[in-house]
């Protein structure tokens, strides 16, 4: 069996690296070639444990990692995770983390946008790049508290749909929440568990024609998403 | 016949084959929680490393099977013993009382491990601070998570409790509790929050600098 035709930027097996400093060392190449083409919007990069994070301005976030995905150069084909970190100091910013592998070149890239303070807590959706970043969006949504602009279902996907008390990861967030023991316990008991599913979430509405009958009488009247 | 029997229990059926042909004389309330006892079957109901602690008990070093558990049910209606083993975040809890509720009569409860029994090291905004304050429980079992011996201690004592039982006795008719506000005995939950002020209790803890 031939190996497919890949770029030959991989030139050396994949070996455990040793002796990696905590600061500098090697680049990841990708980090100069974005500094090249979006001088304005790449703020600064930084290499820590051998990883390299490209550090940039909220409003060119999708457009740098749009080019990252796309340029043949980079093909950064695969969305590892998308996070956020915000800080004890309250004058840091929330930072919007999204972890970016090239399965070609075999690189790993740490983007980050720093959204100010003060300012609506918004960032543009990477959804219409990749189809992983649904549910990952949701999350740092649901637990963070930031819009993500053009997500096609922006809900909450850890809490209930019902939830009041804020967004837990903030760091203004109380450990035990907001509300007392029992008013936590007395709104999470009115929820109804059935309403956890809606047809979208279980890709269910594609197939309601080859569904039982009777299973199609109980999607349509009583489950809903909740919201 | 192989029954567990302690003193202050009913003790082993006398049967002599010679001289009772065929019958034997016992106590029907006996008969019904031998029968019982002997015969749980539990609704595993796992959300966490107690989880795997309980399949060990289940699995043939620890053998569940010896005490009539053989048979894990993993539909509530044919169940008797609800096993919860593991957290039980807020998410879960209107889920684990609708599997309470659809359990038939007779049937009981062990909460497994600190986390079901108290809400253990996570005293956060997620997870139930045991799961006494959704539905009762009959058995805890301390232990993070307990050993398959300490859980197998549990399903023994939920079983002297089973023997103990008398169809005579009313307060052992297992209706659906619900609040009744109504009730001079009833005390709506802010209140409880307030009394609990500034040490909590184990169901309405006290809120922390945090």
């Known amino acids: ?227 | 016949m192989g029954v567990t029997t302690r003193a202050h229990l009913p003790t082993r059926v006398a049967y002599q084959p010679q001289s009772q042909e065929g019958w034997i004389a016992t106590k029907l309330d006996f008969l019904v929680n031998w029968g019982r006892a002997n015969s749980l079957w539990p609704m595993p109901f796992g959300t966490a490393c107690c989880a795997i602690e309980f399949m060990a008990t289940a699995a043939s070093h620890f053998d569940l099977a010896r005490f009539g558990m053989e048979r894990m049910s993993f539909s509530p209606r044919q169940a008797d013993v609800l096993i919860c083993a593991g957290r039980v975040p807020f998410k879960l809890a209107p889920v684990i009382r609708q599997i309470w509720q659809q359990m038939p009569q007779p049937k009981w409860c062990i909460s497994m491990g600190a986390c079901a029994s108290s809400g253990g090291m996570f005293d956060n905004y997620a997870v139930v601070q045991g799961i006494d304050t959704i539905i009762p429980v009959d058995v805890y079992v301390p232990g993070c998570p307990p050993r398959p011996e300490g859980l197998l201690y549990g399903i023994r004592l939920l079983q002297e409790k089973v023997m103990r039982e008398r169809l005579s006795d009313t307060r052992a008719l297992r209706t659906e509790i619900s609040p009744d506000p109504s009730s001079r005995l009833y005390i709506p939950p802010p209140t409880i929050d307030e009394l609990s002020e500034p040490f909590g209790n184990s169901v309405n803890q006290t809120r922390s600098g945090l």
Not at chain 1, 8 to 17: D, E, G, I, R
């Open chain 1, 1 to 227: 069996m031939t190996t497919a035709a890949t770029p030959s930027a991989v030139s050396s097996p994949p070996a455990t690296q040793r002796g990696v400093p905590h600061t500098g060392g090697p680049e990841n190449p990708s980090a100069a070639a974005a500094r090249a083409r979006f001088p304005e919007a790449v703020r600064r990069t930084s290499v820590v444990w051998g990883e390299t994070t490209l550090v940039v301005a909220v409003d060119r976030a999708l457009d740098v990692i749009r080019w990252l995905r796309d340029d043949p150069e980079q093909q950064y084909s695969y969305l590892s995770d998308v996070t956020a970190v915000e800080y004890r100091d309250p004058e840091e910013p929330i930072t919007v983390v999204w972890h970016l592998r090239s399965l070609v070149h075999r690189r790993f890239l740490r983007v980050k946008a720093e959204l100010p303070r003060g300012a609506p807590l918004e960032v543009d959706s990477v959804w219409p790049l990749y189809k992983a970043a649904d549910w990952l969006e949701r999350e740092c949504f649901d637990m963070f508290g930031i819009r993500f602009r053009g997500h096609p279902d922006l809900r909450r996907i850890l809490m209930w749909e019902q939830y009041a008390e804020g967004h837990p990861l903030r760091k203004d967030f109380p450990l035990r929440g907001r509300f007392s023991r029992a008013e936590q316990l007395r709104q999470a008991l009115a929820a109804n568990p059935e309403a956890r599913y809606s047809m979208e979430e279980l890709s269910i509405a594609d197939a309601t024609e080859d569904l039982p009958e009777s299973m199609r009488q109980r999607l349509r009247s009583g489950e809903r998403t909740g919201e």
